[in-house]
């Protein structure tokens, strides 16, 4: 199906056909230089200067004051160029987008097009030196909002609708399955749906056997998690019952930090693009320098996703195993 980035590319390519182009004064016969690519040529040489820093690119300052030149006409054939010349950075994140929300792919396109056009528009004043990062930048963003907007709210909610297994014999997660549990008003009871989801997704995962032993960390005191901050916010009477000490935090089943591959993939953009957007400083959180490597907080990397840090109980996060492996654990 042809979308927002195909029907760019095609208008471009029936503009300038397979002729010679001009970035200098738009006019080949009126420039100076002798010799012009042709638009094919051009458009894979700016991708590639902007690969390597299209803040510093020559050919991106040029196509940019054309851009800026073909403004002032009331023409917009440059500012087309520039669209074509960026998009093919667009094509693997809003597929990857579309594909782990959920989303209409030529929605996400459009919506990217339309954020980088309104960079454009905002940086109309003289030629910012970043512009093109800028475009990029905006347009990777809007991606993930509107993927995140339309996501479920609780990220064990969306890999359950990933698993096609059907409930366990007797179970009463299914039922849960279909709750909102923001909209519970009783804590215990929307506390309860949180940690049987939760130990029901580690056990279809084939993880609990992991969390078991931090689950007896817990018990015998020899680990805690987040714990007085888990019983404040989660407003439960729980504690009255087995203690503040078995409460944790989601997040402190997993490591501290991953490497920067592992952080790229939950994102859904390359290694390499995460890496120019760090030494651009456009990436959206802070990272740790780890020699020639990046380490990234999962931490920061659950809020940036919009994961919710869910609190849960080991009682509820067992039987909620339990309730997934049919009753035997």
Not at 112 to 121: G, K, Q, S
Not at 193 to 214: P, Y
């Amino acid at each position: 199906m042809v979308d927002i980035f195909d029907r760019i590319e095609l208008a471009v390519r029936d503009i300038f056909g397979e002729g010679p182009v001009c970035v200098h004064v738009g006019d080949v016969k009126g420039c100076g230089i002798k010799r012009h690519p042709t638009y094919s040529a051009l458009h894979s040489d700016a991708i590639r200067a902007g690969v390597r820093s299209g803040s510093a690119s020559r050919l991106w300052e040029s196509l940019i004051t054309m851009g800026r030149l073909c403004d002032l006409d009331g023409g917009d054939t440059w500012r087309l160029v520039i669209l074509d010349c960026i998009t093919p950075c667009f094509r693997s994140l809003s597929s990857n987008v579309s594909r782990e929300f959920r989303v209409d792919r030529s929605d996400i396109r459009s919506a990217m097009v339309a954020t980088a056009l309104e960079v454009w528009a905002d940086t109309s004043t003289g030629v910012p030196r970043r512009v093109r990062d800028l475009m990029v930048k905006a347009a990777f963003d809007v991606a993930f909002r509107r993927g995140k907007a339309v996501s479920s709210d609780c990220l064990i909610d969306d890999l359950e609708l990933l698993r096609c297994e059907a409930p366990a014999q007797g179970s009463d997660l299914s039922a849960h399955s279909i709750i909102d549990v923001n909209g519970i008003r009783d804590a215990d009871v929307a506390e309860q749906i949180r940690g049987e989801r939760f130990g029901s997704l580690l056990q279809r995962s084939g993880c609990f056997g992991a969390v078991a032993g931090f689950h007896s960390e817990i018990r015998s005191g020899r680990r805690t998690g987040s714990v007085g901050q888990a019983v404040e916010v989660s407003g439960s009477t729980r504690s009255r019952i087995s203690g503040r000490s078995s409460y944790y935090y989601s997040s402190d089943l997993y490591p501290s930090f991953v490497g920067l591959l592992e952080a790229a993939s939950v994102m859904g953009i390359a290694e390499s693009a995460a890496r120019r957007l760090i030494r651009a400083g456009q990436f959206p959180f802070p990272v740790a320098r780890a020699g020639r490597s990046y380490m990234v907080s999962v931490r920061a990397l659950m809020h940036f996703m919009d994961i919710p840090d869910v609190i849960v109980h080991v009682d509820y996060v067992e039987n909620g195993a339990t309730h997934a492996s049919g009753g035997v654990r």
